[in-house]
């Protein structure tokens, strides 16, 4: 089956790029009106010969001809060329405004706002086309899930406008922009209000350690996360699962593992209940989920700086992607599937992304990131889980399951994509290991009160 694997970005153009080639181009076009003039100067030339002495062979028409239509051609080229440039920088200033506030600063250090400006005065018609591309994007809210639905007739086409128009309408009333957008926005009014460690005891049980060892590629790491579907569920209320890896040079990574959502959604006793789904999607400072796994990673000896790659299904996604955003660890590498928001982790981080074209909450990601998710190695692997068109049945659970998803990393592995090499070789690393140490970590069977400490005593006050 088809894979679509990208960086995540809608655009990754460099206008700087185009300006270049554009410039090379405008340099063969100076060469080419250069060779007509001697052309022409030729052809009046030879008019000035006797019809006896003319030299037919040498008659310039022909190459004036295909001078005139490479110049011209060359010309349109480089116009083309200088308006997309313009209307890519245009478009990534409009992300970083959205993204950044009034305080946006373009890639050469100025004002985004100033910029932005500054090409529309010198540029109206790159512009207008940017602006039409912007609104073509917020118009396509999820357009792969509802193209998947092509077909489906009016009782699939009627379930795919009311859920994209409810989704279009809570980002709307929430005031968190497309995609992922307004999550910089966020993260900054989380800063100070999210800590690095749980600061807390947060109820959980713990398994006794086991040898482990280190997953042999993306596929068999993905079904490392606790679910109830295949060989790791243990059991049913493990959240989160943390494998300590001591390395050849005698440092300690760590990776954790984090489930999805879990009981129904009307159960709020469990830390990775329905409704932490919400705080987490709105960029809310407090998460049970992911105190939670700040939790089980001190348990299991992680310390602020050490590093701590993660891998997380739907509400989880949202928790390892949490971690390489707010926490105290060195976050380098991140594995989403079925994540309900994209988000761009920066230069430092390795983000892999599986998302299903059919799975309902991929569709949450809001048209997804507009800029490259991490790395220059970070992925987007994208398609759909199954092609069919089958009304409301289309909207298939099976689309948004971790064993799902593992096959989908497994076809990944299997393409022969280039791509799939350096997946490989961080596999191969964690292979390396002298001691892999796992641990689950499980929800409660009976949730007792948080301890409740007195701010007098915490202060030492006597």
């Known amino acids: 089956m088809t894979l679509d694997v990208t960086q995540g970005s809608i655009v990754a153009v460099d206008p700087e790029e185009l300006r270049i080639v ?149 980002r709307r009333t929430l005031g968190m922009g497309a995609g992922s957008l307004g999550e910089p926005i966020r993260a900054k009014s989380r800063a100070g209000r999210v800590p690095g460690s749980s600061e ?114 739907s509400q989880g996604a949202m928790i390892a992607q949490r971690l390489a955003t707010d926490s105290d660890f060195t976050v380098q590498n991140v594995t989403t599937i079925g994540a309900p928001l994209r988000l761009p982790l920066g230069d430092d981080v390795t983000s892999i992304a599986l998302a299903h074209e059919d799975d309902p909450v991929v569709a949450l990601a809001d048209g997804g990131s507009p800029m490259r998710l991490g790395s220059d190695s970070s992925l987007l692997i994208r398609r759909p889980h199954e092609k069919r068109d089958t009304g409301l049945l289309e909207w298939d659970v099976e689309a948004h399951r971790v064993g799902s998803y593992a096959e989908t990393a497994r076809i990944f592995e299997e393409s022969g994509d280039s791509r799939a090499e350096a997946v490989r070789e961080y596999y191969a690393r964690l292979g390396q290991a002298t001691s892999v140490r796992s641990t689950f970590f499980s929800a409660p069977e009976e949730r007792p009160p948080r301890i409740a400490t007195d701010p007098l005593l915490d202060k030492g006050a006597p």
């Open 200 to 313: 807390g005891f947060v109820p959980m049980r713990e398994s006794r350690p086991f040898r482990g060892v280190a997953p042999t590629g993306l596929a068999e790491a993905i079904t490392r996360i606790p679910n109830s579907e295949g060989l790791w569920n243990l059991d049913d209320n493990a959240r989160v699962r943390v494998d300590a890896y001591t390395m050849p040079t005698g440092e300690t990574r760590y990776v954790v593992n984090i489930a999805g959502s879990s009981e129904m959604p009307w159960d709020t006793s469990d830390p990775f209940n329905w409704g932490n789904n919400l705080t987490l999607y709105t960029g809310g400072a407090d998460s049970e989920g992911y105190e939670f796994v700040l939790e089980a990673l001190e348990r299991a000896g992680a310390e602020p700086g050490d590093i701590v790659d993660a891998t997380g299904f």
């Open 22 to 170: 554009a410039g090379r181009i405008r340099r063969a076009c100076d060469r080419v009106g250069r060779a007509l003039e001697h052309i022409e100067q030729s052809g009046f030339l030879q008019s000035q010969l006797p019809v006896e002495h003319a030299v037919v062979w040498a008659w310039p028409g022909l190459a004036a001809d295909r001078c005139r239509w490479f110049g011209d051609g060359a010309a349109e080229l480089v116009a083309e060329l200088l308006l997309a440039a313009d209307m890519y920088e245009t478009i990534e200033l409009r992300t970083l405004l959205e993204m950044h506030g009034a305080a946006a600063v373009a890639p050469g250090g100025a004002s985004a706002r100033d910029r932005l400006d500054e090409l529309r005065e010198s540029n109206p018609a790159a512009s207008a086309r940017a602006d039409r591309l912007w609104a073509a994007w917020r118009v396509m809210l999820g357009r792969d899930l509802a193209e998947h639905w092509s077909g489906a007739g009016l009782p699939g086409a009627a379930a795919m406008a009311v859920l994209l128009a409810a989704v279009s309408g809570l």
